[in-house]
T-cell receptor, first 111, second 113 residues
Framework: GDSVTQMEGPVTLSEEAFLTINCTYT??????LFWYVQYPGEGLQLLLK?????DKGSNKGFEATYRKETTSFHLEKGSVQVSDSAVYFCALTGNTDKLIFGTGTRLQVFP | NAGVTQTPKFQVLKTGQSMTLQCAQD?????MSWYRQDPGMGLRLIHYSVGAGITDQGEVPNGYNVSRSTTEDFPLRLLSAAPSQTSVYFCASSYSGKTYGYTFGSGTRLTVV
């Protein structure tokens, strides 16, 4: 079945460092890909999405490009802030509209 | 526009008790889902609905029942609570999951003792 694999955390960075969180997927057909963010004690918020190959999703300085040839959707940000500390989830919807998640990656940013 | 509303926010149950977690959305979304979140395991799909009267099982449906009598509401029922059901539960809804993604509620933290 469809699945998502994320890099293990936590990822620990200093403020203004470059961020990459790796995400790869397995799916039949042409999935849509998503990144969600969960701040401490809160629910999940949609961060960005891409619905077809080579699309780039972007929001709040974060970017991810849908790479069908490598089945990847890596999350990047050029300069992280302390306020970016959260858990980031990669997810997909495949042939159905069921949203399937990776296990999440915790990001900790220190001043 | 309240989005997705979950009640209660916190609940403690004794083993064997039953309860219903409520979920309501006011966005006229057809797709609704229930997830549980456990440390190190991400969010796992419990049950799923594509419209009133239509439900389907997800990855971890055992011990949970759902029904969808209206577009707005999608309650999750625990028939006989077990300690293994201690978790944080999230409800989500979407107009089209593939195109727009899902909107999530703020969650229900359930402890079964």
């Amino acid at each position: 079945g469809d699945s998502v694999t994320q890099m293990e955390g936590p990822v620990t960075l200093s403020e203004e460092a470059f961020l990459t969180i790796n995400c790869t997927y397995t799916a039949t057909g042409y999935p849509s890909l998503f990144w969600y963010v969960q701040y401490p004690g809160e629910g999940l918020q949609l961060l960005l999405k891409a619905t077809k190959a080579d699309d780039k999703g972007s929001n709040k300085g974060f970017e991810a490009t849908y790479r069908k040839e490598t089945t990847s959707f890596h999350l990047e940000k050029g300069s992280v802030q302390v306020s970016d500390s959260a858990v980031y989830f990669c997810a997909l919807t495949g042939n159905t509209d069921k949203l399937i998640f990776g296990t999440g990656t915790r990001l900790q940013v220190f001043p | 526009n309240a989005g997705v509303t979950q009640t209660p926010k916190f609940q403690v149950l004794k083993t064997g008790q039953s309860m219903t977690l409520q979920c309501a959305q006011d966005m006229n979304h057809e797709y609704m889902s229930w997830y549980r979140q456990d440390p190190g395991m991400g969010l796992r799909l419990i049950h799923y609905s594509v419209g009133a009267g239509i439900t389907d099982q997800g990855e971890v449906p055992n011990g949970y029942n759902v029904s969808r009598s209206t577009t707005e509401d999608f309650p999750l029922r625990l028939l006989s609570a077990a300690p293994s059901q201690t978790s944080v539960y999230f409800c989500a809804s979407s107009y089209s999951g593939k195109t727009y993604g899902y909107t999530f509620g703020s969650g229900t933290r359930l402890t079964v003792v």
